[in-house]
């Protein structure tokens, strides 16, 4: 129980450092985004109230083919912080896509 813990506290304290987002967008931008996902859940799991961890993440998700799951991070993140305009612009813009496609 206590190693489960350490190994929570860990995670969570990496995914607040500076070295956490950057690693994950390097992975990103670096052409590995499936890498960058588990980054990302990883971060997420570790603060899931993490609005930039959660566009982050649907960033990553996007990148993998992965739309539905994306959509629901970005609109998470901007429940979290409605000022953040970044996950905003995401949202806008993949809810612009669905709507898009059908019928």
Same mark, same amino acid.
């Given at each position: ?9 860990? /995670?969570?304290?990496?995914?607040? $450092? ?30 899931? $109230? ?22 629901? =991070? ?5 429940? /979290? ?16 896509? =669905? ?5």
């Amino acid at each position: 129980m206590a190693g489960a813990r350490a190994g929570r506290a860990r /995670l969570r304290a990496l995914a607040q $450092s500076a070295v956490g987002p950057p690693i994950g967008l390097a992975l990103l931008r670096s052409g590995r985004p499936a890498e960058a996902v588990t980054h990302f859940r990883l971060a997420v799991a570790a603060i899931p $109230s993490d609005p930039a961890l959660r566009n982050y993440l649907g960033l990553a998700l996007l990148a993998v083919g992965e739309p539905e799951p994306a959509l629901g =991070h970005f609109r998470l993140a901007v429940r /979290l912080d409605p000022s953040n305009a970044d996950a905003q612009a995401n949202l806008a813009a993949l809810v612009g896509d =669905h709507a898009g496609r059908r019928p």
